[in-house]
């Protein structure tokens, strides 16, 4: 395995929308962020992952670019961009920026050409399609609810969108595209950025014909997914992408991938094969989730959790390497989750950041995570911004007709507004986060939750990821030790073991908010360790043997 800086890293991704307010506008911006970079050094990271910062109508929060090398308005100038690249690397922190080229904005001036006929220039770059007897031209869903076509009337044709009406799919069959996007990556890489995340970037290659996804008798939509995840051209144009563009640069990339299997990761981030550095899997984040998908809400069960996670980890022992998250913009917080959020809130966000930490491949903190934020319960939907949460209540309230309540209470558990509300900063009014009034209301918890109070209290959640982040900075083990899991039926541990060079660490977690007994793999028993890290107060040096763990108790021992 070769050894990288990106290996050795810890990425934290900010949210700018939500990050930050420099200007009182109530919408978080660039010079916001870059009078933070202190507090982010101060936790440790060595990467900030941006969400995206171009131009955009909004509709998505930024994830629609109606223009790649230009700069929010509401988020500042590319001076300020530049500005802030700059403070970030006299800090040492690398920037990587989100690559969103599976669809533009419908407001980008290539799809804007695209509409106009038939035969325009930029036509090919979208992916359009005749009517099928009338009807939109097959059956895929949305990801954002209703069908993934949109007719046009000016052409009479239908264009692709996967996610919203105002997100049009890029056609990656069509050349030119393909080398209009390498020149825009470049354009950045070429600013001095470090790398990219890539949105979706395994929907870029589809069937080409489009086939009807699978539908059940009481289904309204197919499944159109097996034809546009990880579709036949996929490895082909990402390795053009890295041949044409990456490998030029000493960058990082990490590929959102939804519907990959550790075993087409291996594909996708193996040495050889000249593609991405890792994929951000979505398998541990589906697994509360019912055959109906997000929305249907089930209890995690913690060897599902577990089998997940371990799976990952040994597929890329040897090839590829695995990210690490519990959290971004997309997902509910991992303490309201995975852990408690009442009374043992501090507890389970360290075992939960103990858990995720010490295993093999490069960890994701999300903004607030590192001071333990939670949910949010807004009472009305009024309250909430996320297109796809309006969109799914409009299609299960309005049309057919479910019951407010289990709406809502699916989206206090699941929608994405729990990971955008603002940064708690402080106790002042709106956390600290602006001086006007917030796009999206605050949590209000911030009086409690906040910054500030993390700083001021040694034992905090942001002291203790510090010092899971010096850490990994500290023990070769944790980045490039073997990973295996013990204990695999156990309902409650999450307990695992890590190898390198004849050290070990023996790493326990306890899931659960009841006292647990644990035993350590009989090879343990007798041996001197050392207690590396542990979420409550324990000796140093200790002799190995059967024990108790506290609720949410997490511990690292080392041994040799
Ligand atoms: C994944 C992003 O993380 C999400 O926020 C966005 O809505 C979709 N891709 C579409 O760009």
């Not at 295993?359 to 949010?376: F, R």
């Not at 070769?476 to 073991?497: C, K």
């Amino acid at each position: 395995m070769t050894k990288q800086w990106w290996k050795e890293s810890v990425v934290y991704q900010i949210y700018p929308r939500s990050f930050n307010d420099s200007n009182g506008d109530g919408i978080g911006d660039i010079q916001g962020i870059t009078s933070k970079l202190d507090y982010l050094k101060e936790l440790g990271i060595d990467v900030v992952w941006l969400s995206p910062v171009y131009e955009s109508p909004n509709d998505d929060n930024g994830y629609d670019i109606s223009h790649y090398q230009k700069i929010m308005n509401e988020f500042g100038t590319m001076a300020d961009w530049e500005e802030m690249l700059e403070e970030m690397h006299k800090r040492d922190i690398k920037l990587i920026m989100d690559l969103v080229v599976n669809h533009t904005s419908d407001e980008h001036p290539w799809f804007i050409e695209s509409k106009k006929s038939k035969d325009n220039p930029y036509r090919d770059y979208y992916i359009w399609r005749s009517p099928q007897n009338g009807h939109e031209p097959n059956n895929w869903e949305s990801v954002f609810s209703g069908p993934a076509w949109e007719y046009d009337e000016q052409t009479g044709e239908y264009y692709l969108h996967i996610f919203s009406k105002k997100q049009p799919d890029l056609n990656w069959e069509h050349q030119p595209l393909r080398e209009e996007v390498y020149d825009m990556m470049k354009f950045w890489l070429d600013k001095g950025i470090d790398g990219f995340r890539m949105d979706v970037i395994n929907f870029i290659s589809k069937h080409p014909e489009l086939p009807d996804g699978e539908q059940g008798p009481k289904d309204t939509f197919g499944d159109g997914s097996p034809y546009f995840m990880n579709g036949p051209r996929i490895h082909e144009f990402l390795h053009e992408m890295n041949q044409e563009v990456l490998s030029n640069y000493d960058v990082m990339t990490v590929g959102e991938m939804p519907g990959v299997t550790p075993e087409q990761a291996i594909d996708y981030t193996a040495d050889h094969r000249d593609e991405l550095n890792m994929v951000f899997t979505f398998e541990h984040m589906d697994l509360d989730s019912g055959s109906g998908g997000k929305w249907d809400l089930k209890p995690l069960q913690l060897t599902d959790l577990k089998d997940t996670l371990a799976h990952w980890q040994k597929a890329l022992e040897s090839q590829g390497w695995n990210s690490l998250y519990w959290n971004n913009h997309d997902q509910p917080r991992i303490v309201s989750r995975f852990g408690d959020d009442g009374a043992y809130r501090v507890e389970s966000a360290k075992m939960l950041g103990t858990c995720l930490h010490m295993m093999k491949g490069t960890p994701y903190i999300y903004q607030g995570e590192e001071i333990g934020m939670t949910n949010v319960s807004f009472a009305s939907i009024e309250d909430y911004k996320d297109i796809e949460t309006l969109n799914m209540y409009k299609d299960k309230v309005e049309e057919q007709g479910q019951a407010v309540e289990e709406v809502m209470k699916s989206i206090h558990v699941k929608g994405r507004d729990n990971a955008r509300t603002p940064m708690q900063w402080d106790a002042s009014e709106h956390g600290g986060f602006t001086t006007g009034t917030p796009w999206l209301r605050v949590n209000p918890n911030y009086p409690e939750i906040n910054a500030e109070a993390a700083l001021n209290d040694p034992q905090s959640i942001f002291y203790y990821y510090q010092a899971l982040i010096s850490l990994r900075k500290q023990y070769d083990i944790i980045v490039y030790g073997s990973f295996d899991l013990i204990d695999r039926d156990h309902e409650s541990l999450f307990n695992y073991v890590r190898e390198y060079q004849g050290e070990k660490l023996l790493v326990l977690n306890n899931f659960t908010g009841e006292e647990q007994s644990y035993q350590v793999p009989e090879a343990f028993i007798g041996k001197e360790a050392s207690l590396l890290i542990s979420n409550y107060g324990h000796k140093n040096v200790v002799e190995l043997g059967d024990g108790f763990l506290q609720p949410y108790e997490a511990r690292v021992y080392k041994i040799g």
